[in-house]
Nanobody
Framework: QVQLVESGGGLVQAGGSLRLSCAAS????????MGWFRQAPGKEREFVAT????????DYADSVKGRFTISRDNAKNTVYLQMNSLKPEDSAVYYC????????????????WGQGTQVTVSS
């Protein structure tokens, strides 16, 4: 099993940047694919990005492609989300997730979630 704790959220002006971190506990971190999701008020949770267990492949939602970058450091049991050129519509609670199957993880079908970190982008 893996436990996840996000950090790095906050308030930023449009056009600014933030880097989210997700620290994982457990010795099996490097065997899990990792992902970021977000949920804005009144909306369903949506996929943002995933990265494979070895870090060799990434996938992004169209809405963040070219602006966000997901990465991981297996030595530190941490996954990151670098967010650049932020827009007000990026405001949401951002969740880190882990899963052994990439397509299920991308669909949000996993038991392993962090508690979330708030990102607010002002216009």
């Amino acid at each position: 099993q893996v436990q996840l704790v996000e950090s790095g959220g906050g308030l930023v002006q449009a056009g600014g940047s933030l880097r989210l971190s997700c620290a994982a506990s457990g010795r099996s971190f490097s065997s899990y694919h990792m992902g970021w999701f977000r949920q804005a008020p009144g909306k369903e949770r949506e996929f943002v990005a995933t990265i494979t267990y070895g870090g060799g492949s990434t996938d992004y939602a169209d809405s963040v492609k070219g602006r966000f970058t997901i990465s991981r450091d297996n030595a530190k049991n941490t996954v990151y989300l670098q967010m650049n050129s932020l827009k007000p519509e990026d405001s949401a609670v951002y969740y880190c997730a882990a899963g052994p199957r990439l397509q299920k993880l991308r669909a949000g079908d996993t038991a392993y979630w962090g508690q979330g970190t708030q990102v607010t982008v002002s216009s």
